[in-house]
């Protein structure tokens, strides 16, 4: 009977100990969950800064490429040249000025088109 008494009494002194850690692991179970959930979102914004990053390479590569392209510079070059053409042609209104007209807008054609 004695020994029974024993184990009974050993087995509540364990039971207590148990008892003792439960709310440690009751809080710190949350703490592992919220890091868990932590790390993921943070995860996911790091996903999302570097396909940002990303799309901001491939727009700078493709204005890079854009700016060498020969159809693209020779737009921009057109389209300099007809605007000169047209403030040309509003300062030089009276027909008896043409040749000085087409002069002035062959010397500017030549300054544009290098």
């Known amino acids: 009977m004695k020994a029974k008494t ?3 009494s ?3 002194k364990n039971n207590s100990k148990q008892n003792n850690y439960s709310p440690i692991i009751l809080w710190l179970f949350p703490l592992l969950l ?7 979102f943070v995860s996911i914004d790091r ?3 570097e396909q940002e990053r990303i799309e901001i390479a491939n727009k700078e590569t493709e ?3 854009a700016n060498s392209d020969f159809s ?3 737009a921009a070059i057109s389209s300099r040249f007809c605007e ?7 300062l030089f209104d009276d027909i008896s000025q043409e040749g000085a007209l087409v002069t002035y807008i062959k010397s500017r054609a ?3 088109f290098k």
């Open 84 to 90: 000169v053409f047209k403030s040309d042609t509003e």
């Open 10 to 12: 050993n087995q509540k």
């Open 72 to 74: 693209y510079c020779f």
């Open 34 to 40: 919220l890091n868990i959930g932590w790390r993921f």
């Open 63 to 65: 204005s890079l490429a």
């Open 110 to 112: 030549d300054n544009i």
């Open 47 to 49: 996903r999302w800064e």
């Open 6 to 8: 024993e184990f009974m």
